[in-house]
């Protein structure tokens, strides 16, 4: 057989060496072309990863049993000799750039896979990624700012040979690569943990969409998860985002995903903060105090799986019952007698709205107990009767609070079988206010001063006053007690309120979730994002068939829905469970989906290519195939045969 | 009635005494718990006291009897603990006790013996009453443990025991009149701590129904003309406390189809927009996956329910139309001009602090443009106020809908928790009913004492901590019998019962009830029998051992049956029938017993005859040797014993023998019941 010259551009000898001529025949396999390559070459090292990609026909020759022949190579063929992982740098959902080396030789499913292996995210396949909206960044070279964590010297496991660990074995609670120095336990430690709050002038110069239109073109962004970075035209050291894509969270275990769980969070948290969902104000105000919480827990307790802290507090509380049961001598009588409830005494100042006169505020000597709050004529007459006892119990309390005029009132609405009613209890000073405010919200819940709770709802009470006070001015308040609560909402309300005015409203809803542990405060925060009505759809522009205009799909985890862009209504929903078949004509790019009952849809995609539009329909009934009793392992097959295109098949 | 009132005082002042001189001795941790009790109950004295005024008389002739099984409970236990100081230790002379215990359980028993094994430490923490709990630890402890370990058993029972008193020191306890379908009423004692879901187990029990998952406990409120039905998990003292004290209120037990109405038909609820023929076509796999959607992921979905309401105004007579949508985090409505998203939503109110009712009767109240209205308001409020919102719907089903909706948003996953336990107790209860149903009652209805009456009510506490286990298993009707084994705290007395087997085994949800009604005093009333048990189960043990011996040889449990008994001092006659049951047949260590026990039916009624006069005492002659003999059988004949697995396994197959004795249980309910309704 004839021998002829193949000339191979290796990557390795820099962009401008001319490319390597080799002597071939046409069946000389490709391990074969290798082989000559590196021996004229003659460079050492580790070729293990290196592969030949076919620029032409935009494709790898991984085959190395196959010859030039069967794979149709002739002398124009224009080949790259080059690492089948590179350098690519990944956004993640908490806004941080990680560099890393991801496989671009494997379709991008996989590609994926192995980069959450690296980073311990458990089921891959629920991210993918995309290509990010450019940035309009002429002004200044931020970029230049960006901190860049990298992670490409962590060795390559040895592709999609290991199954994916359900339950990774850790070290030191994080992967082995992670435990090798400090840096990479940092590294670690920003994957696990959650981003502080942004600046309000960061949320505010991020992209907003501001229609569903908007919205849809961001969908158009995915890459195929059935073709390699290559063949999408991914180059060494671009940017990408990685993303959860399929919004089916499977089996969040926070004690194997505390990465997963973060990321999530961080990724839902900024769909709020730009308004990628909408949620109304209160809604808002709600997710706005669960962040202030879980910034403020995670730092105070760092990196500990939060549910074994909690087992070890209920141990040494026991523990510590126990000794103080041992110490007394054993009568339950004596032992009520010496759990005398805290009681709370002062002077304050009560004010009822609804009597007509125009009293305004009288003072009185108060005493709180239990759930109940008596006054008095005076101090000396405390021992008698009191001039009116009220109990608490499921009232509503709201905070009247200006600091910088001093104004500290509490607001109750007391229900009673007539109706509610309605007074102010006037505080002097803020200690005093933080007190009886922090007695008021337990005594409406049930509980009593002597609820463990009560030092701690007084300390967030503070914390909250003084954020108002470094709001106005002062910056003596300490640092870590100073987030500007703009940083806490979408930039919508930064133009509605002053963050003094936003900081009562977070502080009421915080009152709700200020005792959940970082692991619960996380999973709260998913929740109320997964109960949002537009939760989990993703947009396409599309025509349907016979149709002349424009009209939105919505891609949910469990339907489809059809959206009037005049309207913005919802005008149909088909649920998959009812679904037939669905059918992609490659040719005119066109979906046709049969639903049970004989309904036929057919539309073609504008914003996005149709293998995204089928890839995510495709990926959503993958999910809903998992369970548990099927294991859980990947059906990697399966995802393909599901959303691959023509191609894949 | 003012007699009745200072009897009652009396009674109370009495018990009060029994329990302070309880105190005053180094109780064993046995004992303590059942004091608890009547602990409780002199300091809810004030509350009864006014909720007495309230009663009829028959209500508390009822009530009476309550009180004076109490009483006999706690004489009794004081007896039995006088005893137990005396003998440290129950190892030999235990072995009296022991059926006792068993005579206390006999419905118990009937529960598969493979569960008693493991079931012996569940049935300790089933039992909240205490009654059970103590009597675990006392057995580990004479079996092997040291002094110190028994000391540091004793003080780490002390402390729960502390612990416990302190949660109940300030439990108090109401008297409630439950008005039937019917227009009758039944008194109940509810405490503090239970919820509806106990109350309505209680009610079950009272009311022989057929438990569906729709029987309800409502409230109305008669001047406000509201009404709800309260959901399963709610305590139920609470909103009954918020009552004025002159209120016209009531408590209401039905049927209510609407209260889980969303968990079978949930595409009505959740694809509310769809045409009527699809919801109605609705396959059941399709039903499934919606709840698993909406009710089973980490989040719980509320219907996205949208639609045109009229709204009352503040404190006028007028109404006004609104575009309300339901959230999650609330009722939203749109405001005039603006658009229905979100951000422009307004908040009307959350969920946090009100409860939702049905509202009656609103045309002519308030003028309002339908009678399809729903009312929200702060539970505490019971009379006229700005404070309530009437919202009307345009017909039956939007009201359904909203209802319904603002439940799941303010219950969320609770309700479904509910349902699966509700369901669970259906089936197992229609389960039961079935294999008691055939049954004929030919045996005499005991002539239940007044004790025995009482006892039975005043059982009706523990009976609120069993029927969570129950609810467990509810899966597997056949099984019920392991529930039982958890419910009864002693799961000694399973081996005992082999001879009446039989008619626990067909009623287990009925007789077991009743068993609890009837010989309620088991925990106590085995404590303070310890005369009587000695001498019958003495004789009977002695009879049949004798013949068994022979054959249990083989079994090593058997050989050991003497010996056994006092390591595991209370549960002697347990144990070794578990054991043996292992041994014999790993998988159908039930069956046994059966078979065996077919011959032993014909004794069943003979006791039956005894027993009903002086309740206490048979009881303890037909475990002993029920135990015995099932114990020597299995090992002699153990071809037998597969026939008879079915009949356990099976509720509904085992009609004819345990027929016969369920009817005799039940019969001696309705006697019971018929005492006490006098």
């Keep these: 057989m004839a021998a002829w010259d193949l000339s191979v551009t290796v990557e390795d000898l820099g962009p401008d060496a001319p490319p390597v001529t080799i002597s071939v025949t046409s069946d000389l396999h490709t391990g074969g072309v290798i082989v000559k390559l590196v021996e004229k070459t003659q460079i050492k090292r580790d070729w293990s990863d290196h592969a030949l990609w076919w620029d032409q026909k935009q494709r790898w020759l991984l085959r190395t049993a196959w010859t030039l022949d069967k794979y149709g190579i002739h002398a124009d063929a224009r080949l790259v000799f080059m690492p089948q992982h590179k350098p690519l740098k990944l956004g993640l959902p908490n806004g941080t750039t990680v560099r890393l080396r991801a496989c671009f030789s494997n379709p991008v499913f996989q590609t994926v896979m192995g980069i959450c292996r690296m980073f311990n995210i458990r089921h891959p396949e629920e991210l993918s990624l995309l290509r990010p909206v450019e940035e309009k960044k002429k002004k200044k070279d931020k970029d230049l700012m960006e901190e860049i964590y990298d992670l490409t010297e962590v060795p390559l496991s040895s592709g999609t040979l290991i199954p994916f660990l359900s339950r990774p074995c850790l070290y030191n609670g994080m992967p082995a690569h992670f435990a090798d120095s400090e840096n990479m336990e940092a590294i670690y430690k920003m994957l696990s943990i959650t981003q502080p709050p942004p600046a309000p002038e960061v949320i505010s110069k991020q992209y907003r969409p501001a229609s569903v239109v908007d919205k849809a073109h961001i969908n158009g962004r995915w890459l195929d998860s059935s073709r390699c970075l290559m063949q999408q035209s991914i180059q060494e050291n671009d940017r990408l985002w990685l993303r959860f894509k399929y919004y089916s969270f499977y089996d969040i275990d926070p004690k194997y995903d505390m990465v997963r769980l973060t990321q999530i969070y961080e990724q839902a948290r900024w769909a709020i903060l730009l308004e990628d969902v909408d949620c109304t104000e209160e809604e808002m105000m709600l997710f706005g105090a669960l962040q202030y919480h879980i910034s403020k827990v995670s730092q105070s307790e760092p990196q500990t799986l939060s549910s074994s802290a909690a087992m070890d507090d209920l141990e040494s509380a026991l523990q510590s019952l126990e000794v103080k049961m041992e110490g007394e001598s054993s009568s339950a009588t004596e032992l009520l007698e010496n759990m005398t409830a805290p009681e709370l005494n002062d002077y304050l100042k009560i004010f009822r709205p609804k009597r007509l006169t125009l009293k305004g505020y009288k003072q009185y000597w108060f005493k709180f107990q239990d759930t109940s709050i008596s006054y008095f004529k005076s101090k000396e007459e405390s021992i008698g009767e009191p001039i009116q006892q009220i109990n608490l119990r499921g009232c509503e309390v709201a905070p009247d609070v200006n600091v910088a005029a001093q104004k500290f009132l509490i607001r109750l609405l007391i229900p009673a079988p007539e109706g509610m009613n309605e007074l102010y209890l006037r505080c002097e000073n803020e200690q005093q206010y933080a007190e009886w405010m922090a007695g008021c919200r337990l005594a409406s819940k049930g509980k009593t001063l002597a609820d463990s709770s009560f030092q701690s709802e007084i300390q967030s009470i503070r914390s909250f006053l003084a954020m108002q006070k470094t709001n106005s001015g002062s910056s003596a308040a300490a640092s870590d007690e100073s987030i500007n609560t703009h940083s806490l909402v979408s930039p919508r309300y930064h133009k509605k309120y002053k963050p003094k005015q936003l900081t009562p409203r977070i502080l009421d809803a915080y009152q709700n979730v200020a005792q959940l542990s970082l692991t619960d405060a996380l999973m709260r925060f998913l929740q109320i994002w997964q109960a949002l009505p537009d939760f989990g759809l993703s947009y396409v522009v599309v025509r349907f068939k016979g149709s002349r205009k424009d009209e939105v799909l919505g891609i949910a985890p469990n339907r489809l829905i059809r959206i009037d862009l005049g309207v913005g209504d919802v005008v149909k929903t088909w649920r998959y469970n009812n679904m037939k078949q669905w059918n992609v004509n490659w040719d005119i790019r066109q979906m046709a989906i049969e639903f049970e009952g004989n309904v036929n849809i057919a539309f073609s995609c504008v914003t996005a290519d149709c293998k995204i539009v089928h890839e995510f329909i495709g990926g959503y009934i993958f999910m809903s195939t998992r369970s548990h009793e099927k294991g859980d392992t990947l059906n990697e097959e399966l995802f393909h045969k599901l959303t691959g295109g023509h191609e894949a098949l | ?678």
């Design chain 2, 1 to 678: 009635m003012e007699d009745i009132d200072a009897m009652f005082s009396d009674l109370l002042g009495e018990m009060d005494l029994l329990t302070q001189s309880l105190e005053q001795g180094t109780v064993p941790s046995e004992s303590l718990p059942t004091i608890k009790k009547e602990v409780n109950f002199s300091i809810g004295f004030t509350d009864l006291n006014e909720s007495l005024h309230e009663l009829e008389d028959n209500d508390l002739d009822a009530l009476m009897a309550d009180l004076v099984a109490d009483l006999n409970a706690t004489e009794e236990k004081i007896a039995a603990e006088i005893r137990g100081l005396e003998e440290p230790s129950p190892p030999p002379p235990d072995l009296p006790p022991p059926p006792k215990v068993l005579s206390t359980h006999p419905a118990p028993s009937s529960s598969s013996p493979s569960s008693r094994n493991g079931s012996s430490s569940g049935n300790v923490s089933a039992p909240t009453t205490s009654t059970t709990s103590p009597l675990p630890p006392p057995p580990s402890q004479s079996t092997k443990p040291t002094k110190e370990e028994m000391e540091a058993q004793m003080k780490t029972d002390k402390i729960k025991l502390a612990l416990e008193k302190l949660k109940e020191a300030k439990v108090k306890k109401l008297v409630v009149k439950v008005l039937m379908n019917d227009g009758s009423s039944k008194t109940l004692m509810v405490d503090e701590r239970q919820t509806v879901r106990e109350v309505l187990d209680n009610l079950f029990e009272k009311t022989h129904c057929d438990c569906n998952v729709d029987w309800s406990v409502c409230e109305t409120n008669h001047e406000l003309q509201l009404e709800r039905t309260f959901e399963d998990h709610e305590n139920m003292v609470e909103p009954l406390s918020a009552w004025t004290r002159d209120s016209e209120n009531k408590v209401l037990f039905q049927e209510r189809k609407a209260k889980f109405e969303v968990f079978r038909n949930p595409q009505n609820f959740y694809l509310w927009k769809k045409d009527k023929k699809t919801l109605k076509d609705m396959k059941d796999k399709d039903k499934e996956l919606l709840i698993k959607e909406n009710f089973c992921s980490t989040s719980i979905i509320v219907p996205d329910l949208e639609g045109v309401l009229h709204l009352k105004e503040d404190g006028k007579k007028s109404w006004k139309q609104r575009l309300f949508q339901l959230r999650a985090s609330g009722i939203y409505y749109v405001p005039k001009g603006k658009t229905k998203s979100s951000r422009d939503l307004v908040c009307f109110v959350q969920f946090d602090n009100v409860n939702v009712y049905f509202g009656k009767d609103v045309k002519n109240r308030y003028k309002a443009p339908t009678d399809f209205c729903f009312v929200l308001k702060h539970p505490q409020i019971q009379k006229e106020s700005q404070y309530i919102k009437y919202l009307c719907c345009d017909d039956a089903w939007a009201l359904n809908l909203w209802v319904t909706g603002i439940r799941i948003a303010k219950y969320g996953a609770s309700l479904y928790e509910n349902f699966k336990t509700a369901e669970k107790k259906a089936i197992l209860s229609s389960a039961w009913t079935n294999r008691s149903t055939p049954s004929g009652s030919s045996s005499s209805t005991p002539s239940p004492t007044i004790k025995v009456k009482a006892q039975s009510q005043a059982n009706g506490h523990a009976s609120t901590a069993q029927s969570e286990p129950l609810a467990q298993d509810f899966g597997n009707p056949p099984p019920p019998p392991p529930p039982l084994d958890e419910l009864l705290p002693p799961p000694p007395p399973d081996p005992v019962h082999p001879p009446k087997p039989p008619s626990l085994v067909h009623k287990p949800a009925a007789p077991q009830r009743h068993n609890h009604s009837n010989f309620p005093p088991p925990p106590l009333g085995l404590d303070n029998l310890p005369s009587p048990p000695l001498p019958q189960p003495i004789d009977d043990s002695s009879e049949p051992p004798p013949d068994f011996l022979p054959p249990p040889p083989p079994n090593t449990s058997y050989g050991s049956l003497p010996p056994p008994p006092p390591p595991v001092n209370f549960a002697p006659p347990p144990p070794p029938p578990p054991t043996s049951f292992g041994g014999i047949k790993q998988s159908l260590p039930p069956p046994p017993p059966d078979p065996q026990f077919l011959p032993p039916p014909p004794p069943n009624p003979v006791f039956t005859g005894p027993e009903a006069p002086p309740p206490p005492p048979p009881p303890p002659p037909a475990p002993s040797p029920a135990p015995l003999r099932a114990v020597g059988r299995p090992a002699g004949s153990v071809k037998k014993m597969p026939p008879a697995p079915p009949k356990r396994t099976m509720p509904a197959l085992p009609g004819g023998d345990g027929g016969g004795g369920g009817d005799f249980m039940s019969e001696l309910m309705r006697a019971m019941k018929k005492r006490s309704d006098q």
